[in-house]
């Protein structure tokens, strides 16, 4: 294993298996990931002698998260649910300065990304991840993908239960399966156990809603078909209650019916939305429910064992709030900068005298999620002195500290702010969602990173930005979609004509709880004319917005062609 410059000792698992808040690795799950390694490092010696060939390989790393990319091989780190402790965090760090350029790239699959790594190198990664219990396992290829889920699960108060301990458990369940290892095409699970989606479940393969029953039962409510990419649609309920402990049951039976029925002639119509679609939700559904009949009491998930996995997200033992608030008060009304941070980045916490801490990658002098090496020690650091430990990736490329005392804010403010990790954007139209595009990705038909440094100039006034309140920008550089541009209230695709980026917009997109598909504006536009474009965009909807309206409900009172006629009109 390479150690130069390695933080911290590998972590001791028989010293680490009580820490409270995060499922931890025993002595199995450590020795799986361990050989793991191994045999990744004799396939890549193997194939770096010749001995096998770039197809053959090709299987191989695709197994273990590495893509070719246009610069050098690129990998993702699996964060399981994006949740992730401190020692992690500082070896993800070192991953940075070792083997990439320092720095790596959150995605909207809670993962990282290193893009700049040399095959020879990776073995030597692996086996630093695999000693903090982490790999890069199942991050690619056509199987079962990291499961993701709300980034405040646990703490959110509009929540019904907890949904990690159920991410938990799908991660062991689907980890190496046999059977599902070479599926049609990849596959995605999300799950959300509140009243406000935020895990965007709607746009998965199967989408797992905690809900309860008439007669007071907490069960999941089950949808499929979900997708974005070339052909974006939006996943239709199959089941409106299951039982908990028909979860795995039920899961397998799904993924049977696609891994027999789904297409393999075609990689672009390989998805299971499009076998739903094809198929009908009802034959589709009537399918599932024969396999499962068949197989659910061999495959019954204990309720012993949902204990089990429970008390791993335990409650932390919260203090009680502070009686005395006057320092606080006084620091929020002194100093107007810490006020909008607390205002933008902060948001409620279900135990009195907490709040969330949402850790901002979009400061405008980065790529919208990059976080440099020593940003990563930084909010490590953070999370050990505010945070128990522990921290979370989101959905839109940021960053959570999930449990921090009102009387630390201002400190940690103060910290993250020296950091450039507290730009007071979070929800506006500048935390926008953007893919590596053409500066990293072998797929990419347009850039996208200078694209959104152009926006993101253009939108710098904060009481600008402020007034245009919630406005959900997403930015892709290709049809795949990775950025989520068919549901952004503002869509941005890039598309190439004869060697000219341009760039289609889709207006009215979201991912909320009834999620929707964006509608095209129109022709596509020039990439000089992008950032004019979104302005003029937002001057439409300042014009037209009612009262505490925000731009997505706007757009679905006036329609599209009041945006249209602006975009055009000179055109």
């Known amino acids: 294993m390479n150690t130069n410059s390695l933080p911290t000792p590998p972590i001791d698992i028989a010293e680490t298996t009580q820490r409270p808040g995060m499922f931890i690795y ?73 083997y990439d350029k320092g720095y790596g790239h959150f995605t909207t699959r809670q993962n990282i990304q290193f893009n700049w790594l040399k095959i020879e190198e990776i073995p030597d990664l692996l086996a630093d991840l695999a000693s903090v219990q982490m790999h890069a396992i199942q991050t690619s290829g056509n199987c079962i993908r990291n499961t ?26 689907s980890t190496l399966h046999p059977e599902f290892a070479y599926l049609p095409r990849k596959f995605k699970i999300a799950i959300t156990g509140a009243k406000q989606d935020r895990a965007i479940t709607l746009v998965h393969d199967i989408a797992l809603s905690l809900v309860k029953n008439d007669a007071g039962e907490t069960g999941f409510k089950v949808s499929v078909g979900g997708g974005l990419g070339r052909t974006p649609m939006i996943a239709q309920t199959v089941r409106p209650f299951l039982e908990k402990q028909h979860l795995l049951s039920y899961l397998e039976a799904v993924l049977r019916i696609y891994n027999l029925h789904g297409r393999r002639d075609n990689k672009y119509k390989a998805r299971i939305k499009i076998l739903v679609s094809s198929m009908g939700v009802e034959a589709f559904s009537k399918r599932v429910e024969e396999e499962w009949q068949r197989i659910k009491d061999d495959m019954i998930l204990d309720q012993s064992e949902i204990d089990r996995v429970k008390a ?39 135990a009195p005298g907490y709040r969330v801490v949402h850790v901002s990658l979009k400061s405008p002098q980065a790529a919208p999620g990059d976080i440099s090496a020593e940003q990563m020690d930084t909010v490590a650091t953070l999370a050990e002195q505010y945070s128990f430990g522990l921290l979370r990736s989101t959905y839109d490329q940021n960053l959570v500290l999930a449990d921090v005392k009102q009387s630390n804010l201002f400190v940690l403010w103060q910290s993250l702010d020296d950091a450039d990790l507290a730009t007071p954007t979070i929800g506006t139209l500048n935390d926008m ?42 930015m892709s550089g290709c049809m795949n979609g990775c950025a989520h541009h068919s549901i952004g209230h503002i869509g941005i695709l890039g598309v190439d004509k004869k060697g000219v980026e341009w760039y289609q917009f889709t207006l009215g997109g979201f991912a909320e709880n009834e999620a929707k598909l964006g509608q095209r504006l129109g022709r596509a536009i020039a990439k000089a004319d992008v950032a004019d474009t979104v302005e003029k965009i937002a001057q439409v909807y300042l014009e037209q917005r009612q009262e505490n309206e925000r731009f997505v409900d706007t757009f679905y009172r006036i329609g599209i062609e009041p945006f249209k006629g602006r975009v055009y009109e000179s055109h």
Not at 324 to 344: G, I, K, M, V, Y
Not at 449 to 462: G, H
């Open 26 to 98: 025993n002595q199995f799950d450590q020795q799986l990931i361990d050989e793991r390694v191994a045999q990744f490092r004799d396939q890549t010696q193997r194939y770096l002698a010749g001995k096998l060939s770039e197809d053959e390989f090709l299987t191989l790393r695709l197994m273990n998260g590495i893509y070719v990319q246009t610069h050098a091989p690129m990998m993702r780190v699996a964060i399981p649910y994006g949740l992730f402790s401190s020692e992690q965090m500082r070896m993800l760090a070192h991953i940075a300065r070792t």
């Open 433 to 474: 969602i953007c893919c590596p595009g053409l500066d990293f990705c072998a797929l990419a038909n347009a850039s996208s990173i200078d694209v959104a440094t152009d926006i993101q100039k253009r939108f710098q006034q904060l009481d600008y930005l402020y007034d245009l309140g919630d406005i959900d920008l997403k």
């Open 312 to 350: 791993c997200f335990s409650p932390f033992a919260y203090d009680k709030p502070d009686a005395d608030t006057a320092e606080f008060n006084r620091q929020a009304s002194n100093n107007p900068a810490f006020a909008r941070w607390l205002e933008h980045n902060t948001s409620d916490h279900k």
């Open 148 to 173: 993701t889920t709300d980034p405040l699960a646990g703490v959110a108060g509009d929540e019904l239960e907890d949904p990690r301990p159920y991410c938990e458990i799908i991660r062991q369940w």
